[in-house]
């Protein structure tokens, strides 16, 4: 009975793998973000690099509410046994379904609030224009694959919508990359620069859609085999009918 069993709960930990790791990586900046929360309702002392946070508080707040709420549930997006974008039954709505509703808002408020945070706060020490060069882009691109993946979803294509949302969410995992990226760095040959701040930074942002594009390209070939085959196989029939 336990070996029958076995195969079944390998391959239902594999299903689980990708979120877990998801998860792990998110927790990152979410630690992070809520030791800056604390900082800022806890009446902590007000230095050079926090000034801005305490200047204005909104933008910042919104942004780790925000981040914490897409990446922590945004990485349930990816397990197997919620991804059912179609109805269970007629008038009722999938789990994905019911939390991509709370996750567009979320990414979107905080690429935004990114954003807003990058062209309005003033540039922290060791970040130059080159470090926001690069965070203007990927928050725009951010904001720019969810909203991409909303008019795909209306068209009702699920793989270009699946598709743009995991780019999104690669983006949004950009600091949970950085720090390990930063760390094995720092380990070999010691601390960054500004310039070199800016390579590592984009750099993070890259490797997370490197490995996102990689996933998309392999899942849109595994279903492009899967809905070929009845096409193919139709056509056939279509032909020796004529």
Request: glycine share 8%; net charge positive.
């Amino acid at each position: 009975m336990t070996s029958k069993n076995t195969p079944q709960i390998r391959n239902r930990r594999t299903k689980w793998a990708v979120p877990v790791a998801l998860i792990v990586l998110s927790l990152i900046p979410v630690i992070a973000g809520a030791a800056r929360l604390t900082e800022l309702t806890g009446g902590a002392n007000v230095t050079p690099q926090n000034a801005r946070f305490f200047a204005s508080p909104i933008p910042v707040v919104t942004h780790i509410v925000t981040v914490t709420v897409y990446s922590l549930l945004g990485a349930f997006q990816f397990a197997p046994t919620l991804r059912r974008v179609s109805p269970p039954r007629r008038g009722r709505q999938s789990w994905h379904q019911m939390a991509g509703r709370i996750l567009v808002p979320a990414g979107l408020l905080a690429g935004l609030s990114g954003l807003w945070m990058s062209m309005f706060y003033a540039l922290p020490e060791g970040d130059g224009e080159a470090l926001l060069v690069l965070r203007l882009i990927f928050g725009s691109a951010m904001v720019a694959s969810i909203i991409m993946g909303l008019f795909a979803i209306r068209r009702r294509d699920y793989a270009t919508h699946g598709a743009w949302m995991t780019r999104a969410y690669a983006i949004a995992l950009g600091a949970g990359t950085q720090a390990f990226v930063f760390l094995s760095w720092i380990l070999v040959a010691g601390p960054t620069d500004e310039a070199t701040r800016a390579v590592l930074m984009g750099a993070s942002w890259v490797i997370n859609l490197t490995v996102a594009e990689y996933f998309i390209q392999r899942r849109r070939r595994s279903t492009g085999r899967f809905h070929e085959e009845p096409r193919v196989t139709r056509r056939r029939r279509e032909f020796s009918s004529t």
